[in-house]
């Protein structure tokens, strides 16, 4: 099956294979996009949350 993904071959010589190529599916390549996107947009909440809990901390310490 991951071979039928990646559409993995090798190209042989007399003393062995001298290449190893494989090409993504179309559909797994948009896949990335848009996992990457989410794991973006996690990453960016994350840091919002911590900025406004470092700040809350620091007005909650001036007391």
């Known amino acids: 099956?991951?071979?039928h993904m990646l559409d993995i071959g090798i190209i042989g010589g007399a003393d062995?294979?001298?290449a190893i190529f494989?090409?993504?599916d179309p559909d797994i390549v948009e896949a990335l996009g848009?996992?990457?996107k989410g794991m973006l947009g996690?990453?960016?909440v994350i840091g919002l949350?911590?900025?406004i809990v470092s700040l809350?901390?620091?007005l909650g310490?001036?007391?």
């Open 16 to 18: 062995g294979p001298t």
């Open 22 to 24: 494989t090409t993504l």
């Open 34 to 36: 848009i996992m990457g």
């Open 42 to 44: 996690i990453f960016v």
């Open 56 to 58: 809350l901390t620091k």
């Open 61 to 63: 310490s001036q007391k």
């Open 49 to 51: 949350i911590a900025i």
């Open 1 to 3: 099956m991951l071979q």
